[in-house]
């Protein structure tokens, strides 16, 4: 069965900290993995990885795959505020004719001023 | 930029009754997908559809579950005869290929179950 394992389940850090985010995975098939951003409704998609080693980064944001390791990192420098969120990591199985998403239970990052 | 859009963002039914929860994915997309989240649980996938028809679907999609596209926008979700544990946020999803293209996500009908 695949598997997503996020860590920690939760964080607290103050405002400006930086904060490393955790995702492993035991796929068949991999083919990528994606990191999305939860508040209170639509996981709003961050990045996609497909290739070791190459950074992906979207302002303070940044992600990194390890195919070799199966793991990814999304970290985040100087948080604010409006970064708390639950960080959901999710693989997709590649069945034949489908893409379903296998997700991670995800981390609920707060940040405090 | 584009959006999934589902309606409505809240539903509550008598158990027994049956639902239909609407989607408009994003218009060039093609593949489109279920999603639910028992509250304080993982999303989990329910079925994904494909040239008007379900490409695959998981073990939670039993027979009391359908989808539709009954026009070129709209994609549907229908539960026949809801249960108490189908209390859930139900989440659409489109991408606009199969493989390695994202998944983009609708803001989520939440579903209640009495």
């Known amino acids: 069965e695949d598997k997503v394992v996020q860590s920690p389940l939760s964080l607290v850090v103050h405002e400006g900290d930086t904060v490393t985010l955790n995702c492993s995975y035991e796929v068949t098939n991999f083919r990528s993995l994606l990191w999305y951003k939860q508040e209170k409704k639509a996981p709003t998609f961050l990045f996609m990885l497909t290739s070791s080693g190459i950074e992906k980064k979207s302002g303070r944001l940044s992600s990194i795959l390890d195919k070799k390791e199966l793991f990814s990192i999304l970290n985040i420098t100087a948080t604010q505020t409006g970064d708390s969120a639950v960080y959901l990591c999710a693989v997709p199985y590649s069945g034949a004719g489908s893409y379903q998403l296998t997700f991670g239970k995800g981390t609920k990052l707060s940040v405090i001023p | 930029e584009p959006e999934v859009t589902q309606t409505p963002s809240h539903q509550v039914t008598q158990m027994g009754q049956e639902v239909i929860l609407r989607c408009v994915p994003i218009?060039?997309?093609?593949?489109f997908y279920w999603y639910r989240q028992i509250l304080g649980q993982k999303v989990e996938f329910l079925v994904s559809?494909?040239?008007?028809?379900?490409?695959?679907k998981s073990e939670i999609f039993d027979d009391q579950f359908s989808v539709e596209r009954p026009d070129g926008s709209n994609f549907t979700l229908k539960i026949r005869s809801t249960k108490l544990e189908d209390s859930a946020m139900y989440f659409c999803?489109?991408?606009?290929?199969?493989?390695?293209?994202?998944?983009?996500f609708g803001d989520g009908t939440r579903l209640s179950i009495l």
């Open positions: 559809f494909y040239n008007n028809e379900i490409s695959e």
């Open positions: 218009s060039n997309h093609l593949y």
């Open positions: 999803a489109s991408s606009q290929n199969w493989g390695d293209q994202p998944q983009h």
